[in-house]
Structures are given as structure tokens and as C-alpha cells.
């Protein structure tokens, strides 16, 4: 069975300083990970994901996330925050075949401070 | 960039009517979900349908539900008699036929008010 547990349902932070969401999963499979961002009345889009290539993933808009085996977590990361970055934010975990459900975290709204 | 399209993006209905939610697919995507989040909580994962039938389904996609592809654009979700608790965003996504786990593209979603 797959679970991501996402620390912190708010977390808000200053224009330009760093941006930390921690996401930690459970795992029977080895895990594709996911984050997704959700925008006000909007669906989710795709930051970046995770399937068993390099441990270091980029995503859009300056994210990346960094998956640690050890730890079981898949923290999301920007090193400069923007008012524009201001969302839900999602991780997710999915078992190893396409086709396979995603599993949500509960999610973290991020707030930027000027 | 190609996208997941829903309709409509809100839908009033009252308790105890049918309703169908509608999602046009990316056009090359083979996998088809529905996920629906309750005001304040976690995107939950429906059911999802590859090759004109169900591969996946959760505890919440009960007697209730359905989904087809009536066509070769349209998949959709119908509740067949609607409670107070379906109310919720409901998402539909869709993903490539390829080796590996792809993303799921997710639609904007649904807005599903029961009264």
C-alpha cells in the first residue's frame, strides 16, 4: 500500500527566502512521487516527478525535490520564494504500472509574505 | 500544450437527481481517472478505465457510480442518485499508454453542489 503524509498544512514564508513542503511516504513498491500544485479554482498541475532516475528532480517555476530513500521523503524545495508561488500543494505517491491510482497527501497551502 | 477539458465547471443539483460530469481526455492518453476533493480535504482517487472498462476503483465509487466513454473524446462520470455528501470538486485526469508510471494531467475540475 502507498501514503504520502504531508508536514504542515500552512506554511508561510517571505518574498524571497526559501521555500520548504515535506512530504514523506510509505511504500511497498518502489514509489514514483509527484508533487502537484493547485492554484485558486484550478486543477492540479504537474511540478515535477519522481520514477527511479536521478534522486535530484528539477520541476517548473524553480522547484525541485530531492528524494531520499532513507529518510522516505520526497521534500519540494525553492530556493527563492515569489508572490506568484502562493497555492495548494500536493504530493503524491503511485504504485509502479500506469494506470495505477495516485494517493494525495492532504496538502500544504504555501503563503508568501511581502 | 494539450489539456484536460471539464464541463461544467459548476453544477447545482438537487438530492436524489442524476447528474454527469463530463471530461474530454488529452487525445493521446489512454488512461482515464476521476479523483474528487471535498472542500478542505484530500484529492481521493475514484476509479480509473482503460480500454472501455474499469481498472481501478475505491471504496467510494460504489453502486452509485459509473462511468463511460460514450465516445472516442468523452469519458464521463455519472452519480445515479445524489447525496449531500457527494457534494465536491471532482477531478478528471488522463495519462499515456507508455513503460513506467507517467503524470496524470488533471482537468480544472468540476465544482458539484447538492442541495
Known amino acids: 500500500a502507498q501514503s504520502v503524509t504531508q508536514l504542515g498544512s500552512h506554511v508561510s514564508v517571505s518574498e524571497g527566502a526559501l521555500v520548504l513542503l515535506r512530504c514523506n511516504y510509505s511504500?511497498?513498491?518502489?514509489?514514483?512521487l509527484f508533487w502537484y500544485v493547485q492554484y485558486p479554482n484550478q486543477g492540479l498541475q504537474l511540478l515535477l516527478k519522481?520514477?527511479?532516475?536521478?534522486?535530484l528532480v528539477k520541476g517548473i517555476n524553480g522547484f525541485e525535490a530531492e528524494f531520499k530513500k532513507s529518510e522516505t521523503s520526497f521534500h519540494l524545495t525553492k530556493p527563492s520564494a515569489h508572490m506568484s508561488d502562493a497555492a495548494e500543494y500536493f504530493c503524491a505517491v503511485s504504485g509502479s504500472n500506469t494506470g495505477n491510482q495516485f494517493y494525495f497527501g492532504t496538502g500544504t497551502s504555501l503563503t508568501v509574505i511581502p | 500544450e494539450p489539456e484536460v477539458t471539464q464541463t461544467p465547471s459548476h453544477q447545482v443539483t438537487q438530492m436524489g437527481q442524476e447528474v454527469i460530469l463530463r471530461c474530454v481526455p488529452i487525445?493521446?492518453?489512454?488512461?482515464f481517472y476521476w479523483y474528487r476533493q471535498i472542500l478542505g480535504q484530500k484529492v481521493e482517487f475514484l476509479v480509473s478505465f482503460y480500454n472501455n472498462e474499469i481498472s481501478e476503483k475505491s471504496e467510494i465509487f460504489d453502486d452509485q457510480f459509473s462511468v463511460e466513454r460514450p465516445d472516442g473524446s468523452n469519458f464521463t462520470l455519472k452519480i445515479r442518485s445524489t447525496k449531500l455528501e457527494d457534494s465536491a470538486m471532482y477531478f478528471c485526469?488522463?495519462?499515456?499508454?507508455?513503460?513506467?508510471?507517467?503524470?496524470?494531467?488533471f482537468g480544472d475540475g468540476t465544482r458539484l453542489s447538492i442541495l
Open positions: 519522481y520514477t527511479s532516475a536521478a534522486t
Open positions: 485526469a488522463s495519462s499515456e499508454l507508455t513503460t513506467g508510471v507517467q503524470p496524470q494531467h
Open positions: 511504500s511497498s513498491v518502489p514509489p514514483y
Open positions: 487525445s493521446n492518453h489512454l488512461y
